[in-house]
Every structure is written in C-alpha cells, then in structure tokens.
RNA sequence: GCGCCCGUAGCUCAGGGGAUAGAGCGAUUGCCUCCGGAGCAAUAGGCCGUAGGUUCGAAUCCUACCGGGCGUACCA
C-alpha cells in the first residue's frame, strides 16, 4: 500500500536525519500519513514534525524542513514539501501512479485485499434470532452488517466462519409450544380458557396460520396426547418451520451461513451441565436463594447471574457460556465475533467475564452492538412489540425495497448510530438509494468498455505506464490507490459501513471523470492512442474496484441497468 | 440512580486530535446533434447540544449539565 511505502520512507528520512545530527536522537512517535483534506495540497501528507516538535525541542516547520532534504531517494516522491504548521504534503510520480493503476487490472479481484488475517480463524455470530416469530425489519441490519463484515474480514485474510444460532431450548420455546397449541385447539373448534394463548406466548397472525394448516393436516393428532407431550412437540417442529423461514429471509438477502447450530445439541451433549462443574471447579460458582449463582461480581461485573434456577432449569446464560466454550475449546477459533442489537448490552460484561473464568482470554472475543431500528411510517412510530404481532417482516422490506437496496441502506450507517427506517419512505428509496448509483457507474464502466471492443481501440497498447494529468483523473486516480487503505482501515475498525461511503465517492469521481475527459474517440472530438489506452486502463481499474467493493458489501455489480426513462 | 450509544446543514447521516467541517435526499439555477442524463456543474443552507478544561491545535479527548434511545430479572 502506497500509505505504508511512504511511512517507511519518512522513517527512513528521520533516521538519516538524526544519523546525521540534523535531529536529535529521540524516538520516533506515532504519526499519520494520510490523504490531505484539501487534494491541491497533493497524494499524501504527514504530521510526523508537529509530533516530533516537543520531544526534539525545535519548531515543526524546521523539522520539517530537515525530514525533506533527508528523504532517501526513491520511485514515488515527486515532491514534498512542508505547509501550514508543519505537515509535509507529498506528491507522487506520475510514473508510479500510472503503474499503480496498470496493476490492478493485472490484480483485479484481489486488488484491495490484505493480510491482516495471516489466516487466523475467525467466526462470525449474527442475527441468530429466536425461531419463535418471522425476522422483523430490524434483522436486517444484523445481517447486512455480519455478512459485510465476513466479507471484509475473508478480503483481509481471515479464515472465516458465518453463524446462525438456533435458541431451540429454554422456556421461550415452551411458551412458544404452547401458544401453538392454543390456535391449534381453536382452529379444530375448541372454545375456552385452552384456546387463550398465554399472557407471556406468541401473538403473531404467523402462529395463527401456522396452527390452522396443522389442524387440517394432522387433524385430532395433539388432541389426544398429553398436553406436555403436544407442547413439547409443537415447539420443536413449529421451531423448525420458524428456522427454514428465517434461511429462507436470509437467502433473499444473499447471505449465506456456514452453521446453523442448534442449543439443543449443547444440551444432547451435557454441556450444559458440564459447562456449571468448570465453573464451580474454578471457584467462580455459589448457591443462595435455592439457585446457582456465577460469581461474575467476582470478575468485575456489575452483578451475579444465575445459572441453575431453583426450579432446577438453566438461566439463558449457562447455555451461551456453554456455546462460547464450545467456539474457542471445542472449535477451536483463534477469534470470535458476537453482532448483538443494543437491547442486550447487559450481557456483554457477563459473557466476557465467563470467558476469563473457564480460563480464555477476554479479548479473543469481540462483542459488536448495533443500535436499534425505529421503524416508522412518515412521522408515526412503528412501536416494535415484541411478542404481539403486526411487526414489520423482513420478508415484506426486502420484497418492497429490493435486496440489492436493503443491503446497502442498512450499512450506510455507523453501527453506534440508532437508525431511522421510514417504511413509507422505503419504495422511494428503492428508487433514489445511493446504490443505483454505484450500480449504474460500474454498469458505465462496463459499457464503455464493451463499446471499446465494438470499435477495436480496446487493446491498444503504447510505452510505458499510463499517464493521467486531468484533475478529474488525478482525483479518480487517488481514489482507487487508496482503496486498498480504506479495506484495511474498515477491517482494523470492523467498520463495514466505510466500504458505501468509498464506494459513493469512486462512483462519483467516475462520473466527474466520464464527463470531463473523453476516453473514445468520436467524429467531433479526436483522441490520441496514448490518451485512448490511458484511459481505458483507468476505466477498467475503477471497474475492478467497483465490483470489488460492492462484493464486499454484498451488492451485485450488475454490466448493465436498464434505462429509467424520466418524465419531464 | 447507575451503565452503554447518540446529539454535526431543512431531513437521514459520515468525519471521532491537524489545514477552509462533508455526503445523500430536499430547495434554487444551468448543461443532452457525441463514450448510458439513474448523470454533471453551480448556489443557498452550520455558535458541530450547552458550559468549562487539556493541547501548538478540539466537531474529535476529559468533566459537568441538557436532550433522545437502550439496558439495569431466578426473560432471552
């Protein structure tokens, strides 16, 4: 990465500088090499000698000064110089540039990777909503954001790992069961106090469609069984109906979970059980009120959880300590990633605290909340309730909206950003959502290409590397040099969201590009051969990093859109 | 009360120690005989919630306060 060489270069500079006795022989501090914010100001710029000022005792600019003259000789400098307080504004050669450029069409579809990763594993949990209701709205967030990131940490070389887990234990799920039975025993005629789903069951229409399909296809079948074996049995397969819908919601939106795993399978293998003995060998364990406590105080947290209630059932938590041991131990991921929404921030300081009691380290596990959806339909709120129905399905938005769409909406903001989802608004996004930009920008590059082999001039070839002087193509230029940065910048941050803002910016530098500097020749305006190859080199590269960049995202790059005609 | 996130243009949001604070949408105005106008260019619009502090330098870090969201269960 160009940022990297030039840091080496200006390391380099300040050693020889102080080799030399021009600088004193003080360490070097942490300092950027980033681009400026105004472009005249050229490719690059550095605060190493504002950084260095105190510790040198001596003025920036004068540092400054020294940093250039001591600057070794090299392929991509072309000037440097210091401005303002004491930056250093680096310019690079056009020749390098212009082999930049040539290089990732050699390395397109990888260029913008890195290896950060070195392939370590990697696992990514995320949505993993209970199989109890359809996904809603807000789902969608969890897994534009955990299938991005997946992306961007695989283009950053990590081995990686996407998954779902299926809360199908617990006393959600006989909740569940029982609300099931309620509409079944309603739909086969019952009236009465057993047709009332429970105050703390499942409201939803679903629940209700479900059970009146289950009463006509297995008739009086749950009628003469015990009602714990009815109950027990409804959950499961209405549990299994629940997960295939929410595979299905996720396949819509193109993405793809490597694991699906089950809590019951935690269960079938006394992990659960076991995972309470480790604790209580480990000193981490005490029993008061009838209950077993996990003595998370102990470790820092703000208060005690329960693991054995004393009714004799586990808490939720002992069976997510279990699925955690079950990632590092068992599995054995070098690093784990949780996507949690921000409702259960609670549970961030217990979980890494049980990390640490069973003996892993804290850090090997990395909690991302997202804030929450506020869904709304102009100024109305859409009050999200949880467990009575009429939510908004994420079904429903991705119909309405497209995947394409959805998939970039809901990563066009911070995950630290609470986000306004505004349904009435949601077929006008559809329509002027930023990504129909992007998309119709790599659609052009495609384009401009096809028509470059129609007219045979896409294979022309001159000396040397191409060359750019228009400001509209210096600009694009430095965009895609850049990109490589801003990956590994996204990766480092776990910031997926920083690929739509890049990608906005390449597109629109393309189309600044498109506008002022022709790249086929036509009857009225005549282009060199040197010109014609330079451009196309350049057209081609901010393709591959269009399509790049939207493959991240989990956006389709499509050749080409079909023409919206506009009313006048 | 305590904890986490947020407060930046009319709206939705980027930027999270560095030079003259940005984008999309919305508003106003130009630009299609030529590579795709889902485009381009320009204009208007900001005490970066308030008050202190740290720093050569603060939208950015610290403290307090104000406002919004979410937590704070033997629910998950």
Redesign the pocket.
């Given at each position: 990465m160009a940022r990297e060489a030039l840091a080496d270069l200006i390391r380099h500079a300040a050693t020889v500088a102080q080799t030399s006795g021009l600088l004193p022989k003080v360490a070097l501090p942490e300092f950027?090499v980033?681009p400026?914010?105004?472009p005249?100001?050229?490719d690059y710029?550095t605060?190493l000698a504002?950084?260095l000022?105190?510790a040198a005792r001596m003025a920036?600019n004068a540092i400054a000064q020294i940093l250039v003259s001591s600057m070794p000789p090299n392929d991509m400098v072309a000037t440097a110089e210091v401005?303002?307080?004491?930056?250093?504004?680096i310019t690079l050669k056009p020749e390098y540039l212009g082999h930049r450029i040539a290089s990732i069409i050699e390395e397109a579809g990888h260029y913008g990777n890195n290896n950060q990763g070195g392939g370590r594993r990697i696992q990514v949990e995320f949505v993993s909503a209970?199989p109890t209701e359809r996904l809603h709205a807000a789902s969608g967030r969890a897994a534009s954001l955990g299938a991005a990131l997946s992306n961007l940490l695989r283009a950053s070389g990590w081995q990686v790992e996407l998954e779902y887990y299926v809360?199908d234990?617990?006393?959600?799920l006989a909740?569940f069961g029982q609300s099931i039975l309620a509409r079944y025993l309603a739909a086969r005629g019952h009236v009465g106090p057993e047709t009332e789903v429970p105050k703390?069951g499942y409201h939803g229409t679903f629940i209700a469609e479900y059970a009146q399909t289950l009463a006509a296809s297995v008739g009086e079948r749950y009628e003469l069984m015990p009602m714990a074996d009815a109950v027990a049995e409804l959950a499961r397969n209405g549990a299994e109906h629940m997960v295939a819908l929410h595979r299905a919601d996720m396949e819509a939106l193109g993405v793809h979970f490597d694991v699906w795993f089950r809590?019951q399978a935690l269960h079938d293998r006394n992990e659960v059980t076991a995972i309470v003995d480790e604790l209580r060998n480990r000193g981490f364990v005490s029993e008061?009120?009838?209950?077993v406590w996990f003595s998370s105080t102990a470790l820092g947290d703000?208060?005690d959880?329960?693991l054995?209630?004393?009714?004799g059932?586990?808490?939720?938590?002992t069976?997510?300590i279990a699925y955690h041991r079950d990632k590092f131990v068992t599995r054995g991921f070098d690093q784990v990633i949780d996507i949690w929404?921000?409702?259960?921030?609670?549970?961030v300081?217990r979980m890494k605290a049980s990390m640490q009691a069973i003996g892993i380290d804290p850090d090997r596990l990395t909690i991302i909340?997202h804030?929450?959806v506020?869904l709304r339909r102009g100024d109305e709120i859409v009050k999200?309730s949880k467990r009575t129905g009429n939510i908004i399905a994420l079904s429903d938005v991705i119909e309405e909206v497209g995947k394409d769409a959805c998939r970039f909406f809901f990563l066009?903001?911070?995950?630290?950003?609470?986000?306004?989802f505004?349904l009435e608004l949601a077929t006008?996004e559809a329509?002027?959502?930023?990504v129909?930009?992007v998309?119709?920008?790599h659609?052009?590059t495609?384009?401009?290409m096809?028509?470059?082999e129609e007219r045979r001039v896409a294979h022309l070839t001159v000396d040397g590397p191409p060359s750019y002087s228009h400001p509209?193509e210096i600009a694009l230029v430095r965009a895609l040099i850049r990109y490589p940065e801003v990956v590994a910048d996204a990766a480092t941050n776990l910031?997926p969201?920083?690929l739509t803002?890049l990608a906005?910016?390449v597109?629109?530098l393309?189309?600044?590009?498109?506008?002022?500097?022709?790249?086929?020749?036509?009857?009225?305006?005549p282009?060199e051969d040197a010109v014609i190859a330079a451009?196309l080199t350049l057209v081609a590269a901010t393709r591959a990093v269009l399509a790049h960049v939207l493959g991240l995202i989990g956006v389709s790059a499509?050749?080409?859109?079909?023409?919206?005609?506009?009313p006048e």
């Open positions: 950027s980033e400026p914010s105004r005249e100001h050229g710029a605060n504002m950084r000022a105190r920036p401005a303002g307080a004491g930056f250093i504004n209970n809360n234990a617990g006393s959600r909740a703390d809590e008061r009120d009838g209950a703000d208060r959880n329960v054995i209630r004393s009714n059932t586990p808490g939720y938590m069976s997510d929404g921000a409702d259960h921030q609670g549970h300081g909340l804030q929450l506020v999200l066009a903001r911070s995950s630290d950003s609470q986000m306004d505004d006008r329509a002027e959502n930023p129909y930009y998309q119709y920008s659609a052009r495609a384009s401009i096809q028509l470059a509209a910031e969201h920083r803002f906005q910016e597109a629109s393309l189309n600044a590009f498109y506008r002022d500097c022709r790249v086929l020749p036509s009857d009225r305006q282009v451009r499509p050749e080409r859109m079909d023409r919206l005609d506009r």
